[in-house]
């Protein structure tokens, strides 16, 4: 039965942002296209049931380019790679699929800029990240990690005059500004981007569980461990005010101690989970009195991205539609705002 003294506090929005629904359809799309199997560099999107359910469709994931056999068809994830990677793919003669995120792609463009203008690039990011890594590789011997705000003090450049930073679009927003902070202390003339390189969808899930977070005795953010814009959801609602946190990729996952004394819960979902997950933690919630859902909207979002080109050419040629579409395992967002 319903507990009037339970409620759910449900961000909005949450889930898949433009990049990440471009990056899922992409993969369903080439499969229809093409047939399995289909590769794809890495994890497509950082979540386990989006992989498990595309591995269930015939998607094969490997970790590096000379895993594919010759003359296949691979697709790069929405992380993004370096340009040595696209360079190993020609030489293996592969039919190949870009499905970086454009706000990554942003990031690559303005790394090249500043690397031709001899600048010093400050990337701010997490060390091994598959977008950190791919970034970095587009000027190398310009690109200098800055994991943090701890990191500054490592941080050497040729010229204080000639500095700029650049960032992962998928981290915290209060810690990247924390390290701009500190290395404009050491570098008074440090440049900015030209433009924001956190994502809309990182900074709209974040400033929505800011709003709830004091509310919340827990958080329960959806998401993998891998998943670098969901695990920083759970530090943001520690940070603003919630008792406890946690990250689970399914309902299954949740220990039913972790409701012993609460009467609020907040949920959430980083920007690669599929809304099918987070209706299954309402579900459990449900079950044990908190069905008293209420939202927290933050922000609207509207945005989409078109397919990659090489997609739609071939969708074109075989007189299929290169809409944006999902079928009921990646069902959007937007049915329980």
Request: aromatic share 4%.
């Amino acid at each position: 039965m319903p507990d009037p003294t339970k409620r759910v506090l449900l961000a909005a929005p949450r889930g898949y942002c433009a990049g990440v629904d471009r990056a899922v359809v992409t993969v369903e799309k080439a499969l229809d296209l093409y047939g399995p199997p289909v590769y794809v560099r890495k994890q497509i999107v950082h979540n386990k049931h989006v992989v498990t359910t595309l591995e269930q469709r015939g998607a094969v994931f490997v970790d590096e380019t000379d895993e594919v056999p010759e003359g296949a068809t691979v697709i790069f994830s929405a992380h993004g790679v370096a340009p040595v990677v696209h360079d190993e793919a020609r030489a293996l003669g592969l039919r190949t699929i870009d499905a970086t995120c454009p706000l990554v792609t942003k990031v690559h463009r303005e790394a090249v800029r500043f690397a031709d203008g001899d600048y010093d690039i400050l990337l701010i990011g997490h060390d091994g990240h598959e977008e950190v890594v791919g970034t970095s590789g587009e000027a190398p011997e310009h690109i200098q990690l800055v994991d943090g705000p701890d990191d500054v003090a490592n941080v050497t450049v040729r010229d204080p005059e000639k500095v700029v930073w650049l960032s992962q679009t998928t981290l915290s927003v209060d810690e990247t500004m924390e390290t701009v902070r500190r290395l404009r202390e050491r570098f008074p003339s440090l440049q900015d981007p030209p433009s924001d390189d956190i994502c809309y969808a990182t900074q709209n899930r974040q400033l929505a569980v800011k709003e709830m977070a004091a509310e919340c005795d827990l958080m329960l953010v959806v998401g993998s461990r891998n998943s670098s814009n969901s695990v920083r959801l759970v530090e943001v609602a520690l940070e603003h005010g919630t008792r406890a946190g946690h990250l689970v990729d399914y309902a299954e996952e949740i220990d039913e101690a972790w409701l012993d004394g609460v009467s609020t819960v907040g949920v959430t979902s980083g920007a690669s989970v599929p809304e099918i997950l987070v209706r299954g933690v309402l579900d459990y919630l449900g079950d044990r009195g908190f069905a008293d859902v209420r939202p927290v909207v933050a922000a609207e979002e509207s945005l989409m991205f078109a397919l990659p080109n090489e997609i739609r050419r071939d969708l074109k040629a075989a007189g299929l539609s290169d809409k944006m579409r999902h079928d009921g395992s990646f069902a959007g967002a937007g049915s329980l705002h």
